[in-house]
């Protein structure tokens, strides 16, 4: 079984709508990451969290939320999507703030 | 200075040739460092940290300069299944995140 999940893998939605990405882990890790990617670009980061209820802003923050209920879990919403939302979204987890990451499979979101 | 930064390439190469990636870094204070391999549409996976003057694993060969804050990732015999996006991941200047590279793109040719 995979150690980082995400759901849904792929999700096609409207201008307007709510949207939420949810991770799963069961590596045991306390740091938990949101980054988006976009063809030709780098994976950019959007929000992270070192702890339950830790919430930390990332590069590319504006229109997006995320809530860390408990250690495995770190979910992304999108609270009114919007065509440049469109993305490759994916999930990585750590133990150490300078230690490799793992990443889930990703999400493919697109809004139209 | 950026934090990373990588040739993205694509660097398209015959099977068997070697062909090396380099990578530069603007916080000296860095510790470790990745090489993240990508395949298209897929997760970023750990291909090789490097934590002191270099690692060599099979093909691959993770070499850091610190005088020059560059890493580089050497990759000998290409096979075809090489094919994919060499990300460089450095910690970034407050060292308390990593960040990532844009990526270097190879494709081996048969």
């Known amino acids: 079984d995979a150690d980082v999940t995400q759901t849904p893998r792929n999700r096609i939605t409207k201008t307007g709508k709510r949207i939420m990405l949810e991770c799963s882990q069961t590596k045991g890790h306390d740091r938990m990451y949101w980054y988006r990617q976009d063809p030709g670009l780098g994976l950019r980061l959007i929000y992270y969290s070192f702890d339950v209820k830790d919430i930390n802003k990332g590069e590319i923050s504006d229109g997006y939320s995320v809530s860390r209920q408990a250690q495995a879990k770190f979910s992304l919403s999108l609270e009114s999507a919007i065509p440049n939302q469109t993305a490759l979204y994916f999930c990585a987890t750590s133990d150490l703030p300078s230690r490799e990451q793992f990443f889930g499979p990703g999400t493919r979101l697109t809004v139209l | 200075r950026k934090e990373v930064e990588q040739d993205p390439g694509p660097f398209n190469v015959p099977e068997g040739a070697t062909v090396a990636f380099n990578c530069t870094y603007s916080?000296?204070?860095?510790?470790?460092f990745f090489w993240y391999r990508q395949d298209c549409r897929k997760e970023p996976k750990l291909l090789m940290s490097v934590y002191s003057s270099g690692n060599e694993d099979g093909r691959f060969t993770a070499q850091l300069n610190r005088a020059s804050q560059y890493i580089s990732l050497l990759i000998r015999d290409s096979k075809l299944s090489d094919s994919a996006t060499y990300l460089c991941v450095v910690p970034n200047n407050a060292g308390n995140m990593l960040t990532f590279g844009g990526g270097t793109r190879l494709m081996v040719k048969p």
């Open positions: 916080n000296s204070a860095s510790q470790s």
